[in-house]
């Protein structure tokens, strides 16, 4: 029932509005949903970034409106891939995963380079270590991130609109990257592409001026919403 009110001059805007819901490991949950609705909002609450107003957000049993709870901690668990890259340009590749993981989890050197190389490897761009992120194409800026993100092995993975930036290429090549680390984390993704949307998930919640419409099995939510607005909007009259 998690509620996320934003207060300006004679006004309060309910960004997230009462949403209840859960993610299982081992599943990928896409929210869609017009702009405003909001989907970015909600991830910023489970992350920890933006302080909820109401409700409860449990993690592995965790409760981060429990007052004794230490978000920083719980926020080693949760992993962030965003639309715009935000790695640090003036650390190689390998060193943006090092980093990560000194700051999160105090690895040694040794230990965090030998992880990032590994991720690398998983991501498809070991030959990249020692470039800089500048050099990279989107789409392998993207991996970077996401090899980032697992680097400092979260137990859930949220992704706001990881392809938006991507074209179909590297978008296809991220795309199969989630199906392999579906099974470990419980991954929540925002996108505005529908079929994106249907490629990737077992689960879609649709989101609508911040309440959660519906959430159920992908292919049903989109051959059969159960709501009138979810249909307005997979079928292009809204939104
Ligand atoms: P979405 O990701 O679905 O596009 P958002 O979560 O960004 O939606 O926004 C949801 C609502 O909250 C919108 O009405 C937006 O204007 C408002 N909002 C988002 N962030 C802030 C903020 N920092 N201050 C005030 N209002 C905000």
Do not use: W
Request: contains cysteine; positive net charge; charged residues 25%.
């Amino acid at each position: 029932n998690v509620v996320k009110l934003f207060h300006g001059r004679g006004t309060t805007v309910r960004a997230v509005d009462g949403v209840s819901t859960e993610v299982e490991r081992g599943e990928v949950v896409v929210v869609i949903g017009p702009s405003g609705s909001g989907k970015s909002t909600f991830l910023r609450c489970i992350n920890g970034l933006e302080a909820f107003s109401e409700g409860h957000i449990i993690i592995d049993g965790v409760d981060l409106a429990d007052k004794k709870t230490n978000i920083n901690k719980v926020r080693m668990e949760v992993g962030m891939v965003f639309q715009q890259f935000n790695l640090f340009p003036h650390k190689t590749v390998l060193q943006n995963i090092v980093l990560a993981q000194q700051v999160v989890r105090k690895r040694k050197d040794a230990e965090a380079e030998e992880k990032g190389r590994m991720l690398l490897q998983k991501v498809g761009i070991p030959e990249k270590e020692h470039e800089y992120p500048i050099r990279l194409s989107g789409g392998q800026q993207q991996r970077l991130c996401i090899a980032r993100a697992i680097a400092v092995s979260p137990e859930v993975i949220l992704m706001n609109e990881p392809c938006s930036a991507l074209d179909p290429i590297a978008t296809a090549r991220i795309e199969e990257l989630i199906d392999e680390l579906r099974g470990r984390y419980a991954i929540v993704i925002v996108t505005h592409s529908m079929q994106q949307a249907a490629r990737v998930s077992q689960r879609t919640a649709y989101f609508h001026l911040g309440k959660l419409i519906e959430v159920g099995n992908t292919k049903q939510v989109f051959t059969m919403p159960r709501h009138e607005l979810t249909e307005n909007y997979i079928t292009g009259r809204f939104g």
